[in-house]
T-cell receptor
Framework: AQKITQTQPGMFVQEKEAVTLDCTYD???????LFWYKQPSSGEMIFLIY??????QNATEGRYSLNFQKARKSANLVISASQLGDSAMYFC???????????????FGAGTRLAVHP | EAQVTQNPRYLITVTGKKLTVTCSQN?????MSWYRQDPGLGLRQIYY???????DKGDVPEGYKVSRKEKRNFPLILESPSPNQTSLYFC?????????FGPGTRLTVL
């Protein structure tokens, strides 16, 4: 069963506008972590933001924020004031809890390709 | 500079010719891992290592081997590569939470 679902294969946004990239996850663990990574065309994986399942506040890192809705099992990435350099592939990933056996890996979604238009 | 390095970055080879992709990290991390990235599938874990001489299978280990003789190095070995192992490979290391990825190795098996 797919544990991380990114339903938007591609998105586009106008420069300076905000964009939300969707991510839903499936786990029976109470303790887990959610990550977002950016992969530009050069190929490297860049860590953006992390949300722990027990964190009460939504995570924020500069222009990135994570809209964490635990009951809905969603962890959407919000990019505010989009820039041309934000054009990239974005991956949502989950690390499950220690006792589930999934602690030692990240489970990735298929990714969303974001294009920022001037 | 703290980093994970991989070599080679690009490799074209033929079916059956053994190859090794090296991975090295200078952050003294105990945990290291290999992933492959395929279109539409995201990244999938191949093998991971919790420490020297401690390795275990990930989700897609078939056709791969690893070793962890030193803390800093975690090579990925393809004993008899096949075309379905054509992919983009990432090595990662972690101090516990965040994973630091190498630059990737693009492998083509003809």
């Amino acid at each position: 069963a797919q544990k991380i679902t990114q339903t938007q294969p591609g998105m586009f946004v106008q420069e300076k506008e905000a964009v939300t990239l969707d991510c839903t996850y499936d786990t029976s663990d109470q303790s887990y972590g959610l990550f977002w990574y950016k992969q530009p065309s050069s190929g490297e994986m860049i860590f953006l933001i992390y949300q722990g399942s027990y964190d009460e506040q939504n995570a924020t890192e500069g222009r990135y924020s994570l809209n964490f809705q635990k009951a809905r099992k969603s962890a959407n990435l919000v990019i505010s004031a989009s820039q041309l350099g934000d054009s990239a592939m974005y991956f949502c990933a989950m690390r499950e809890g220690f006792f589930s056996g999934g602690y030692n890996k990240l489970i990735f979604g298929a990714g969303t390709r974001l294009a920022v238009h001037p | 500079e703290a980093q994970v390095t991989q070599n080679p970055r690009y490799l074209i080879t033929v079916t059956g010719k053994k190859l090794t992709v090296t991975c090295s990290q200078n952050m003294n991390h105990e945990y290291m891992s290999w992933y492959r990235q395929d279109p539409g599938l995201g990244l999938r874990q191949i093998y991971y290592s919790m420490n020297v001489e401690v390795t275990d299978k990930g989700d897609v280990p078939e056709g791969y081997k690893v070793s962890r003789k030193e803390k800093r190095n975690f090579p990925l070995i393809l004993e008899s590569p096949s075309p379905n192992q054509t992919s983009l490979y990432f090595c990662a290391s972690s101090p516990g939470l965040e994973q630091f990825f190498g630059p990737g190795t693009r492998l083509t098996v003809l």
